[in-house]
C-alpha cells in the first residue's frame, strides 16, 4: 500500500515519519474487528476467560526487499502471549524506482490465523495438556539393564 509520506508528497504536504501506521497497529485493527464479530459461543468463552492472548509486538523493519521477501514475521509463543512481531519494509519517498517509491510493505497476521489461535492454540495450555503421572522407576544404567 501507499505509505503515509508517499501521498502526502505527491500532495505536495508536509509529512512526520513519526505519524507513519505501523503494521502493529494494523495487526490490533484486525484483531479488533475479529473480536467484534465473534459469537459468543462456549468456546470463544473458553479463551476470554483462560486462553493466551495476541499481543502484537513492535514492527521488525527491514531495508531491502530480499530481505523483506526471505524472512518471516516473528511469531513466539510465550508463557503470558501469543506475540506477534510484523515484517515491515517502507520505501522512502525519493527512491530510485518511481513505482516503490513512497510504499509501505507490510507482513500480517491473517483474520483467520487469529481465530485458529484464539479457538485452538490458546486452549492447549489449560485445557488440553495432560500432566506426566508416570513415575521414573529407573534411574541409573545398570537398571536398565536388569530391567531388560
Known amino acids: ?13 508536509k509529512f512526520d515519519l513519526k505519524d507513519e ?3 502493529k497497529e494494523m495487526n490490533q485493527k484486525t484483531l479488533d474487528f475479529v473480536l467484534s464479530g465473534m459469537n459468543y459461543t462456549d468456546r470463544f468463552n473458553m479463551y476470554k476467560d483462560s486462553g493466551s492472548p495476541i499481543k502484537f509486538i513492535d514492527d521488525i523493519e527491514r531495508n531491502i526487499g530480499p530481505l523483506f521477501i526471505k524472512e518471516s514475521s516473528s511469531i513466539t509463543n510465550t508463557t503470558d502471549a501469543y506475540e506477534i512481531g510484523a515484517l515491515t519494509l517502507l520505501s522512502p519517498i525519493d ?18 490465523r487469529m481465530l485458529e489461535w ?6 492447549h495450555k489449560k485445557h488440553y495438556w495432560i500432566e506426566n503421572t508416570i513415575s521414573d522407576e529407573i534411574s541409573n544404567s545398570e537398571s536398565v539393564l536388569e530391567f531388560l
Open 95 to 112: 527512491f530510485i524506482a518511481k513505482a516503490e517509491a513512497g510504499m509501505h510493505y507490510c507482513k500480517l497476521m491473517s483474520p483467520a
Open 1 to 13: 500500500m501507499k505509505s503515509r509520506a508517499g501521498i502526502y508528497d505527491f500532495l505536495n504536504l
Open 118 to 123: 484464539m479457538l485452538v492454540g490458546s486452549l
Open 21 to 23: 501506521f505501523t503494521c
